[in-house]
């Protein structure tokens, strides 16, 4: 079985530009989290999805991050624009029944 | 409020010595307990679960934790370590119906030859 995939695994930009990070979870997984696991850290969950519905966005910095889950598969998480804190890994996961995550490797960014 | 607390920031064991990870979580119900492993550069693989029963739980790799209501802690341990288990370790707590995790800091595990 093929596990969650995410892409790029790394990106470094500018302060104020866009980045987007793509996820695919595992097949038939209707949960999907975005979580942002800055240096020396434990992840922290930006948003999850239930099929391609929002479940939980309390977390997630509205005024610059967005992120869709269109057709209740893939998923997109957007930053614009960016600010240096943003520096971290952001971590896609992928649940069958909302209790065990599997989570992806990650995209490290680095805003200089 | 739900919380995570992993005391030891970094832990150092000899080769072949016996390990074990502290976790102290806070958390109104029953929790789901997780621990997770991260080797640099990677993400985060599940090594065990708890989510009732038997509170001493087998994972993968060798490793186990046990669930102490009392103590609301879920320790990992392993009764020899290897040098590839050099990595971060994090403990996580899971809401019954919400699926969100909250993650401890980690601990970071550096194993001696």
């Known amino acids: 079985e093929a596990g969650v995939a995410q892409s790029p695994r790394y990106k470094i930009i500018e302060k104020r530009q866009s980045v987007a990070f793509w996820c695919n979870p595992i097949?038939?997984?209707?949960?999907l989290y975005w979580y942002q696991q800055i240096l020396g850290q434990g992840p922290k969950l930006l948003i999850q999805f239930q099929n391609n519905g929002v479940v939980d966005d309390s977390q997630l910095p509205k005024d610059r991050f967005s992120a869709e889950r269109l057709k209740g598969v893939d998923s997109t998480l957007k930053i614009q624009p960016a600010k240096l804190e943003d520096s971290a890994v952001y971590l896609c996961?992928?649940?069958?029944?909302?209790?065990?995550?599997?989570f992806g490797p990650g995209t490290r960014l680095l805003v200089l | 409020a739900q919380s995570v607390t992993q005391p030891d920031i970094h832990i150092t064991v000899s080769e072949g010595a016996s390990l074990e990870l502290r976790c102290n979580y806070s958390y109104g119900a029953t929790p789901y307990l997780f621990w997770y492993v991260q080797s640099p550069g990677q993400g985060l693989q599940l090594l065990l679960k708890y989510f009732s029963g038997d509170t001493l739980v087998q994972g993968i790799k060798g490793f186990e934790a046990e669930f102490k209501r009392s103590q609301s802690s879920f320790n990992l341990r392993k009764p020899s370590v290897h040098w590839s288990d050099a990595a971060e370790y994090f403990c996580a707590v899971g809401a019954n119906q919400g699926g969100k995790l909250i993650f401890g800091q980690g601990t970071e595990l550096s194993v001696k030859p």
């Open positions: 996961a992928s649940s069958p029944d909302r209790t065990t995550q599997y």
């Open positions: 097949s038939g997984h209707a949960t």
